[in-house]
């Protein structure tokens, strides 16, 4: 009898580009954590840049920029957390419950469409719609004699506008994963439930939810293991000076002081930081969720 890697090769040949992937792009690079812990001078090296220890750790938690930053990272992951991850699973249960096969690839291929439009086509838009003096909504206010609205410099509307955007943007795509564990559902539950008597609501409460349970629980927790990453190019392109103090998040942060100062030791502390708050919490919380009784990420 061959070997199992002579039988199975074609499935390690699929395989391989995934892993490559994870090698080149995700394990090599964690070589420069190194310079967490080093004053990088681009021209000694890594070998040569004389190590500081834990001197940009604590550079970076005395600083009052970091109680900022910290603050509105956890806000906007709050924000994307408990009010942006329900609306996919509802909108996959909504479309669950279309019967008509043509409604239902309408609706999907219409709210899975901004999903492939860049950040920066959003920010155009969004500009274009909500700018102060030229933008298309303030200037319909202007006319009917109302207020101009400051969506873009007043920091009380940046996290709406955040939120706003997302939904817009990731709404539809975020629903494929859960339209897919629905699918899965033997349509047998359902005719069961109809014969004993059960509506619509109590098939929705007692199978489709259930059913949605442990994807929704395993996402939840890859969520948690992201809280410190809000996304940076929508942030970048939403910022300014005027709605700094809400908007500025360690992505933007880092971009600042590590791409246009050169603080490459002091970033690389900041990006471990992210990493090991990410990794405490996925840890936590899938411990927690094994506790109760689901499966988990692991």
């Given amino acids: 009898m061959?070997?199992?890697w002579k039988r199975s090769w074609p499935i390690y040949l699929m395989i391989f580009p995934g892993l490559l992937f994870f090698i080149v792009f995700r394990y090599i690079p964690m070589g420069g954590l190194v310079l967490a812990f080093k004053d990088y001078d681009p021209f000694s090296g890594f070998s040569g840049s004389p190590w500081v220890g834990f001197d940009h750790f604590h550079r970076l938690f005395t600083q009052q920029d970091f109680w900022i930053i910290l603050r509105n990272t956890f806000v906007l992951s709050g924000i994307n957390l408990f009010f942006f991850f329900p609306i996919p699973i509802a909108m996959a249960?909504?479309?669950?419950?279309?019967?008509l096969p043509w409604v239902r690839k309408l609706v999907q291929t219409t709210i899975y469409i901004p999903h492939f439009v860049s950040w920066v086509v959003v920010a155009g838009i969004t500009v274009v719609l909500?700018?102060?003096?030229?933008g298309g909504i303030n200037k319909l206010l202007a006319e009917h004699g109302r207020q101009r609205m400051e969506l873009l410099t007043d920091p009380?509307?940046?996290?709406?506008?955040?939120?706003?955007?997302?939904?817009?943007?990731?709404?539809?795509?975020?629903?494929?994963?859960?339209?897919?564990?629905?699918?899965?559902?033997?349509?047998?539950?359902?005719?069961?439930?109809?014969?004993d008597g059960a509506g619509r609501w109590r098939q929705l409460w007692h199978i489709t939810l259930p059913s949605l349970r442990t994807i929704v629980?395993?996402?939840?927790?890859?969520?948690?293991g992201q809280i410190m990453d809000v996304g940076f190019e929508q942030i970048f392109l939403?910022?300014?000076?005027?709605?700094?103090?809400?908007?500025?998040?360690?992505?933007?942060?880092?971009?600042?002081?590590g791409v246009q100062h050169g603080e490459f030791g002091f970033t690389t502390a900041m990006g471990l930081f992210k990493s090991v708050v990410g990794l405490v919490l996925l840890l936590t919380f899938n411990r927690l969720a094994k506790k109760f009784g689901e499966e988990g990420v692991y």
């Fill in 93 to 99: 249960i909504l479309l669950n419950e279309v019967k």
């Fill in 217 to 224: 629980v395993i996402m939840f927790i890859l969520r948690l």
């Fill in 130 to 134: 909500f700018a102060t003096q030229d």
């Fill in 2 to 4: 061959n070997p199992v």
């Fill in 238 to 257: 939403l910022q300014n000076s005027l709605n700094l103090s809400v908007s500025d998040v360690f992505d933007t942060y880092v971009y600042r002081n």
């Fill in 156 to 195: 009380s509307y940046f996290q709406a506008l955040f939120l706003t955007q997302n939904i817009w943007k990731e709404m539809g795509w975020g629903t494929i994963i859960f339209l897919a564990s629905l699918a899965s559902v033997d349509p047998g539950l359902y005719e069961a439930a109809y014969v």
